[in-house]
């Protein structure tokens, strides 16, 4: 037997090829400046690494309408009910540091 902790990670998932990717970014784009900035910065910043995984968590992310995704990203409340996943929490971790970044830049 292995280490039980090894036992309960999640499979791999597959990076995105470039038509996954395009079709991700024409998925992203917003009616709202300050979401569309937080996007840029993941899509600069992560982009070569995404995964399927990463994808299907900000496709859900996506879903939502702009004030609501910005009030996630600016922390103003957190994920709840069917979108509190872990590929959600695991991308918009990432879009939160992304725009972080960006603002001390």
Known sequence: ?????????????????????????????????????????????????LTQRHADGL?????????DLLDLLLRRREPEGALNTPPVCEVLGMLRQSGARAAHA
Do not use: V, Y
Request: charged share 25%; glycine share 6%.
């Open 1 to 49: 037997m292995g280490d039980p902790s090894t036992n309960d990670l999640p499979a791999a998932s597959p990076l995105l090829d470039a038509r996954a990717l395009s079709k991700l970014h024409w998925r992203c784009r917003r009616g709202l400046l300050e979401n569309d900035l937080f996007i840029e910065q993941f899509f600069t910043r992560f982009e070569s690494g």
């Open 59 to 67: 496709t859900a992310l996506m879903d939502l309408s702009d004030n």
